[in-house]
């Protein structure tokens, strides 16, 4: 009886590890990628700034995208947002990183394979 009891509480334990390690392991959302691009879509569109806020945005997601999937997840929601704004330029979009002094190993576009 007691050997059942403590494999529920292990399971239970084993379970709580487990939701707080996917939850950990996931710092990047959708709603944080469009917050911290928001203030750069005038640079995106047309090439004016970037602004002070465009780069902290830029910054910040690149603090945060620590792990290969924070990486595939802030891809694929730029990605997104690459085609849902047609007026965004992909030649701005490159450039966005390298202006606010980040270096990332490639643009996002709507063409862009996130896997990688």
Same mark, same amino acid.
């Not at 399971?11 to 950990?24: E, G, H, M």
């Given at each position: 009886?007691?050997?059942?009891?403590?494999? %529920?509480?292990?399971?239970?334990?084993?379970?709580?590890?487990? *939701? +707080? +390690?996917?939850?950990?392991? $996931?710092?990047? #959302?959708?709603?944080?990628?469009?917050? /911290?691009?928001?203030?750069? *879509?005038?640079?995106?569109? /047309?090439?004016?700034?970037?602004? $002070?806020?465009?780069? #902290?945005? *830029?910054?910040?997601?690149? &603090?945060?995208?620590?792990?290969?999937?924070?990486?595939?997840? +802030?891809?694929?929601?730029?990605?997104?947002? $690459?085609?849902?704004?047609?007026?965004?330029?992909? %030649? &701005?979009?490159?450039?966005?990183?390298? %202006?606010?002094?980040?270096?990332?190993?490639?643009? *996002?576009?709507?063409?862009?394979?996130?896997?990688?």
């Amino acid at each position: 009886m007691a050997s059942s009891a403590f494999l %529920k509480l292990l399971c239970a334990v084993l379970v709580c590890i487990i *939701v +707080a +390690a996917l939850q950990a392991e $996931a710092a990047i #959302n959708y709603g944080l990628v469009s917050e /911290n691009l928001e203030p750069c *879509v005038g640079f995106l569109e /047309n090439g004016q700034g970037p602004t $002070a806020a465009s780069c #902290n945005g *830029v910054k910040t997601l690149k &603090n945060l995208a620590t792990t290969t999937q924070d990486r595939r997840t +802030a891809c694929r929601c730029m990605k997104s947002a $690459a085609t849902a704004f047609p007026g965004i330029d992909p %030649k &701005n979009t490159a450039a966005l990183p390298s %202006k606010c002094g980040v270096s990332l190993p490639g643009s *996002v576009g709507p063409q862009t394979d996130c896997s990688q």
